[in-house]
């Protein structure tokens, strides 16, 4: 059967016939389905003479049996199946990482079929600590780096073909490893280089998001973690591991249904938005290129524009994507409407400003739930906690029932920011023809979002749509 396999994997990849390709994908089709799929891929991978496309397409059948067709296995065949997995994690480590990777979501969705207590105490994270401790280092480093990333993003992966209560048990028992999974990537960052602060970085993500905020080890505004998260910020190599990591330690700080600000994180949600906003003027530079681009000069060549950054788009949408989580996850700060928030407001405004569709857009959600917070009708802020430190945007707002005064006053304060709002997207807007179903559409955006604040800001805000 390994011999047909090959065979079939050769005139995929290899065949000029269309017809022959069209045909052995058909047979592998049938192959990977089969209960044989188990022990022919196995044989083949631990083969030191397979060629990487018969590795990697067998490591791939392999991850999709383990997640799709467990029930398959017999009970007594599961052990074996783990140790497998273990031996293959081993003689991948140092190369081929995209069989790694397949070998690594295979181990996590076997994790999610496997109850904690069948991986001997401590379930699958001390398991795999534990087997990896005395191998190579840069082997046990890769491996378990790549492990820590796939367990919690699988988490919850529908992929995975479990019952609904074990999928929820699995969760579950990751959540209550989380601070050893913590401490291990700490350990991490005493390696050399990016790419592994990267890795660590893109775990922790990971972990964080999985925690929703609960779980999370004692001092963890303390921790090296974070720093390395905000230091990751300022370089190209971790960039954008280092934001996804700040967004998620932004939203830990706050309950994520109400936005009411978590007591016990206030320190860590103050340095964080000192943090964020921090990167306003690398963020103007390239705002002030990309427009000049956009209208047909040079931003590069610009006498005002000196980019010292030169940030590309990507990480353009990674400082645009943290002004807005930090807005939006603040909000109730925010609407204290103090001279302290306007920081992260004015920067909202500069990402609305950007030319490109897909960074300008990421805005639209905040001003939404503002615009309704500030309309419909009387709202009763709860004593929030200060986050007033030297630099931040965010003030403290005592507990306070919202009068129709109140509320005026809020909404007057915020106007010059709606104004200067109407003011950017009036030119992305586009009237349709009579008859259509729709008034105007706005290059992909729900243009019923804008209408309510052209509606609530009334004449002065339709004066500021047709200047």
């Not at 998620?248 to 964020?276: F, G, R, Y």
């Not at 306007?342 to 909202?348: D, K, M, R, S």
């Not at 955006?445 to 200047?467: I, L, N, P, Q, T």
Request: hydrophobic share 45%; with cysteine; aromatic share 6%.
């Amino acid at each position: 059967m390994a011999e047909q396999v090959v065979a079939a994997i050769n005139a995929l990849y290899r065949s000029d016939d269309s017809k022959v390709r069209h045909e052995a994908d058909r047979w592998l089709d049938g192959w990977q389905s089969s209960s044989e799929a188990w022990s022919v891929a196995n044989a083949i991978l631990h083969n030191p003479s397979s060629d990487p496309e018969y590795t990697y397409f067998c490591a791939q059948t392999l991850k999709t049996k383990v997640q799709r067709d467990y029930e398959e296995l017999p009970l007594d065949s599961v052990p074996q199946l783990r140790d497998s997995l273990l031996a293959l994690l081993i003689k991948f480590g140092k190369g081929q990482p995209a069989v790694r990777t397949q070998l690594c979501l295979a181990m996590a969705a076997l994790a999610a079929h496997l109850p904690a207590a069948q991986w001997e105490e401590g379930g699958v994270l001390r398991w795999l600590m534990e087997r990896f401790n005395g191998q190579d280092a840069d082997i046990a480093m890769s491996c378990m780096l790549e492990l820590l990333t796939v367990l919690p993003q699988e988490a919850d992966s529908r992929k995975i073909s479990c019952r609904p209560e074990r999928r929820a048990a699995f969760a579950a028992e990751l959540r209550a490893v989380i601070p050893d999974a913590l401490n291990l990537l700490t350990s991490c960052l005493s390696q050399p280089g990016e790419t592994v602060r990267g890795q660590v970085l893109e775990s922790l993500g990971c972990w964080l998001k999985l925690s929703g905020g609960a779980a999370l080890p004692a001092g963890l505004q303390n921790s090296p973690l974070v720093g390395a998260a905000l230091e990751g910020l300022e370089k190209d190599g971790t960039f954008h591991s280092a934001v996804d990591a700040v967004v998620e330690l932004i939203w830990i700080t706050v309950d994520p249904q109400t936005c009411v600000p978590n007591t016990n994180m206030t320190s860590l949600a103050q340095h964080l938005v000192m943090k964020v906003m921090a990167l306003r003027p690398r963020f103007s530079l390239a705002l002030r290129k990309a427009i000049a681009e956009s209208e047909g000069r040079d931003g590069g060549h610009e006498p005002d524009v000196d980019d010292e950054f030169d940030d590309d788009e990507e990480a353009v949408k990674g400082m645009a994507r943290l002004f807005c989580e930090v807005a939006e996850a603040y909000i109730q700060l925010v609407l204290s409407a103090q001279p302290d928030v306007l920081a992260p407001v004015e920067a909202l405004l500069d990402v609305t400003a950007h030319p490109e569709q897909d960074i300008y857009s990421m805005s639209f959600s905040f001003w939404h739930k503002l615009s309704r917070q500030l309309t419909i009708g009387v709202i009763e802020l709860q004593s929030q906690p200060s986050l007033t430190v030297p630099g931040s945007p965010i003030a403290n707002n005592q507990a306070v029932n919202s009068t129709a005064a109140e509320q005026a006053r809020r909404r007057e304060f915020f106007r010059p920011a709606f104004e200067k709002l109407i003011s950017l997207v009036r030119g992305r807007m586009r009237w349709v023809p009579s008859g259509s179903d729709a008034l105007c559409t706005w290059l992909g955006v729900d243009c019923v979002r804008v209408a309510v604040s052209v509606c609530f800001w009334g004449e002065r805000g339709e004066e500021a749509a047709g200047d």
